[in-house]
């Protein structure tokens, strides 16, 4: 895999960045929505499942009256390829604090049929507006500096490229990239500070990228291949203040072929900001 974008000279401002401009769609008629998957945040030839969330996000929150996340639960249906798409969406319930919807991505086959390769239901409301009030007992990863930390450079265990991994600053926490050189710990882990390439600091978009961004767990338990996602839920819980991010996953159960990985997102300013739960599949050799 490529070694990971470093830090650039000039920061791109949310709103003024290659992510937003690869994740904005364009309103055709009420509840419809036209937009060009990028090349750009593929694996292999699969369009990243983090980078299609945010996608059907902004959608969302074009739709729904309020503006950020909160919880998205999406259910992958058929790998996304990169060109056009249109996006469905509904409003199923407003209310005063939250409202709730769905959506669902589609893309034609060889013979101009529609093919939904992604659904999503989701409830948004206001970051803003949450009470300050926090007691936890969460803590955040224990990640080396910066500085000490890897790009995912080395064999990959998939062949082909990783476009997404160049539209990233991605630096792994060294204890969890074993895989990278044929010696897996074992255990299903994976620890990296993360950004945006361009330095765009981040929102709650960005933070459904971020969850689905790592390496998966897979590699350092000793598998290799492609690790789709069958289903994905996230929640947005604040956010992010300024500078990179530190993103954790563990993955404690692998049965029948699928796995799940627990991501915690962490800001600048040791805040957890977001949490995932996926269900994936891994072909066991």
């Known amino acids: 895999m490529p070694e990971a974008a470093s830090a650039p000279a000039t920061r791109a401002l949310i709103g003024d960045s290659e992510f937003d401009r690869d994740t904005e769609v364009v309103r055709r008629a009420p509840g419809v929505y036209d937009i060009d998957l990028s ?49 469905r969406t509904e409003t199923v319930r407003t209310g005063r604090t939250l409202s709730t919807g769905q959506a669902s991505l589609f893309q034609y086959d060889a013979d101009g049929n529609e093919v939904e390769r992604i659904r999503v239901l989701a409830s948004y409301g206001d970051l803003a507006a949450l009470p300050d009030d926090v007691r936890t007992t969460a803590v955040p990863p224990a990640i080396p500096p910066l500085e000490r930390c890897l790009g995912p450079a080395g064999p990959a265990p998939v062949d082909g490229s990783s476009a997404i991994t160049e539209r990233l600053m991605l630096k792994l926490d060294p204890a969890t990239v074993g895989w990278a050189v044929g010696a897996p710990s074992g255990k299903g882990e994976m620890r990296a500070w993360f950004g945006l390439a361009d330095g765009r600091d981040a929102d709650p978009f960005s933070l459904l990228l971020a969850v689905d961004a790592l390496p998966p767990t897979a590699f350092e338990i ?61 072909r066991l050799g």
């Open 39 to 87: 090349a750009g945040w593929t694996i292999i030839s699969a369009v990243n499942g983090g980078y299609l969330l945010a996608v059907l996000g902004r959608a969302l929150a074009d739709t729904l009256p309020h503006p950020d996340p909160f919880t998205v639960s999406a259910h992958y249906l058929t790998a996304s390829q990169p060109g056009p798409a249109v996006i």
């Open 222 to 282: 000793g598998l290799t291949g492609w690790v789709p996602t069958v289903e994905l839920t996230v929640h947005v819980r604040h956010r992010p203040a300024p500078g990179p991010l530190r993103v954790s996953i563990t993955t404690r159960n692998l049965a029948g072929g699928f796995l799940e990985e627990d991501a915690e997102v962490w800001d600048s300013e040791d805040r957890l900001v977001a949490q995932s739960r996926q269900l994936a599949r891994v």
